[in-house]
């Protein structure tokens, strides 16, 4: 199961645990979704989604409600047959299995603790329920709920604990079994902002402790990024994109994930000639910019350019050149050592992020370019949705 | 506490003439019955000209009373099978209509609730000739089994409030812990829906403690319910004892209601 950490008196005590808890794998567990389908009644609500998690690491399913993220969670999890596609563990299909014999573990959105039960009688649920003698069980549950830094809260019931405590026990609830796999649905949904990087930063470090392979479930895009060693964005029922964070938010695949992972100014034209690897596009705004793609694309074909606001720089009204348009300034707000500049183009409406020097500039005239360095994704305007 | 508008206070003076009329109603006469039950003449008679203990005495003595404490035995007994078999019944039947939004959930909700509205008169004619053409003689078991039909409802109505909170993540969470779905019943549904299930019991018992429709076709000479007797006795001779019996039936149907009423809110806060 995880990998074995002698130096730790957090860590559960497995030196005596029998055979078939003894760590299968050196670092986790391998989770494999082949081609899962579900439908509910005529929805589609997951279409076809194979998707791979490594042993040890975090994946992110990130996107709107109704794009099938916490569907195909609780489809891992047992709750939903699938009506096509395999769930597999270490390459072992486990969709024949109920949800109590898969070796997953899940921290629920709303906690989902036993209200008429302590702490420690939520944690020791699962081994009691697996027939653990007693003694192996309150072993346990110390040792779970000091890893979650819970140990002086064992006997308070969950309404006596703070969103966060209640969090870190359904944490320890899910690894006290030892789990292959630990899903959390939207863990954070329930916290204040200014606890959720701390217990992000927690979760994570009790994760990668403990070596359990984890699929984490959140519509927030700053939530993936901090967690996950990769996200899978995911739309209508598919998954657009799987990378690692800051893939996604450099390279996105589509337009749909430039848009949702981080902000996107959203910028049409039209391929006016290509030049070596790079296109020259001439943008509706009224430029003329060149830009290098991956992709390939005909002279004369529309196109959609997703330029991040720090892609794009203001530029004094009268320094008129090919490559930036005019525009006019609406307000410029300073956040700390940055400014962000809100900024039209005609109809077009621009987020600019830039390095702050001194006071912000007043409102007014102005010309927008696209920076020599940056590397917007563009995609056909067709793939505009 | 707000003071009302002054054009407020006619409407308020209505609402408390109101409910001083319904309390009147409701408590005058339990209070005349408890009264009437002290009196020292030797009928049914209110006002009573003087007070005394005696028709309690009676009423206890073993020998004089003996088919009446043979009576109530039979009632409470009956009411005891009742509680436990129509609150069995209905926290199944209120989970699983909990659980399932089809349209079998409302239509069988319906068909559960529908004693209460059905006349006790017509359902125990029904029963009695339902069990005669099965060629049933009536029984304690046949007793019980009318009693808690006409229960059934109090109790799927309160569990079905407690059952409906019940947050199904816990159950999946039960589930994925590796708990069988016995163990999750035991463990957490049942705690948590224990305030419905107590006082769903509590409100069948009694109501199966009073009823005498059902009573009136099903029971017979070993099944004599102590609402038949009573009212047989009325009828006969005025005997005070009624008034005694009835005075005692509303201290312990009192007793009852407090001692619930500490139970299921301790019950509840050991379930919060």
């Keep these: 199961m995880a990998r074995p950490l002698q130096n730790s008196a957090h860590m559960l005590d497995r030196t005596d645990t029998p055979a078939a808890l003894a760590p299968a794998a050196p670092a986790g567990h391998r989770l494999d979704m082949d081609g899962i389908r579900v439908r509910y009644g005529q929805a589609t609500a997951v279409d076809g989604v194979t998707l791979s998690v490594e042993p040890g690491e975090i994946l992110a399913l990130l996107g709107p409600s109704g794009c099938g993220k916490t569907t195909l969670l609780r489809t891992v999890a047992g709750f939903i047959r699938p009506e096509a596609g395999r769930v597999l563990v270490d390459g072992a299909p486990i969709g024949h299995l109920p949800p109590g014999k898969r070796g997953v573990g899940i921290v629920f959105q709303s906690y989902a603790l036993f209200p008429h039960m302590s702490a420690a009688e939520n944690v020791a649920y699962g081994l009691e329920a697996r027939g653990r003698p007693k003694a192996e069980v309150i072993r346990r549950v110390e040792a779970a709920l000091a890893a979650v830094r819970m140990e002086g809260f064992a006997a308070r019931r969950p309404r006596a604990l703070s969103g966060g405590q209640q969090q870190r026990v359904a944490l320890a609830r899910a690894l006290a079994i030892e789990p292959a796999i630990l899903l959390l649905d939207e863990p954070f949904a329930a916290l204040d902002r200014a606890l959720r990087l701390d217990l992000q930063l927690e979760i994570k470090r009790i994760q990668r402790r403990f070596g359990v392979t984890a699929v984490l479930v959140t519509h927030d895009q700053d939530e993936a990024m901090s967690m996950a060693d990769r996200m899978a964005v995911m739309r209508g029922g598919r998954v657009e994109q799987v990378d690692a964070p800051a893939t996604v938010y450099d390279s996105p695949a589509t337009p749909f994930v430039a848009g949702f992972v981080g902000t996107s100014n959203r910028l049409h034209g039209r391929v006016e000639a290509r030049e070596g690897a790079d296109y020259r596009v001439r943008l509706d705004v009224g430029a003329s910019v060149i830009l290098a793609s991956p992709r390939g694309f005909a002279v004369g074909e529309r196109v959609l350019l997703c330029a991040r606001p720090e892609h794009l720089a203001l530029r004094d009204a009268t320094a008129e050149t090919p490559e930036s348009w005019p525009a006019r300034l609406r307000i410029s707000l300073p956040l700390g050592p940055a400014l962000v500049h809100d900024v039209e183009a005609g109809a077009t409406e621009l987020k600019l992020h830039e390095a702050r020097h001194g006071q912000p500039p007043a409102p007014g005239p102005v010309r927008v370019a696209l920076l020599p360095t940056a590397r917007p994704a563009l995609f056909p305007a067709g793939d505009d949705a | ?272």
């Design chain 2, 1 to 272: 506490m707000h003071r009302l508008a002054p054009a407020d206070r006619p409407l308020a003076l209505l609402i408390l003439a109101l409910a001083v009329i319904a309390l009147l109603v409701l408590v005058g006469p339990v209070l005349i019955v408890l009264l009437t039950s002290f009196t020292t003449s030797q009928a049914l008679r209110f006002p009573p000209p003087g007070l005394t203990l005696r028709w309690y005495a009676e009423l206890f003595d073993p020998v004089r009373s003996a088919q009446i404490h043979k009576a109530a035995g039979n009632s409470l007994l009956v009411a005891f099978c009742t509680a436990v078999l129509s609150t069995a019944m209905a926290t199944g039947a209120a989970l699983a209509i909990a659980r399932s939004r089809a349209g079998w959930a409302r239509l069988a909700e319906g068909a559960f609730l529908a004693p209460l509205v059905l006349p006790g008169i017509a359902f125990g004619l029904a029963a009695l000739m339902f069990f005669s053409w099965l060629r049933q003689p009536p029984s304690f078991a046949l007793l019980v089994m009318g009693h808690a039909m006409i229960a059934a409802p109090f109790a799927l109505r309160t569990v079905g409030a407690s059952a409906a909170g019940l947050d199904p993540a816990l159950l999946e969470s039960s589930a994925s812990l590796g708990a069988s779905p016995w163990r999750t019943f035991r463990r957490v549904v049942l705690p948590l829906i224990m305030p419905g299930v107590a006082s769903g019991g509590f409100l069948a018992f009694i109501s199966s403690l009073d009823n005498v429709p059902v009573s009136l076709f099903l029971s017979s000479a070993e099944t004599d319910m102590l609402p038949i007797r009573l009212w047989g006795m009325m009828e006969t001779s005025l005997d005070v004892r009624v008034a005694a019996a009835s005075g005692v039936l509303v201290a312990v149907a009192f007793l009852l209601l407090l001692l619930m009423d500490r139970a299921v809110g301790l019950v509840r806060r050991m379930a919060g």
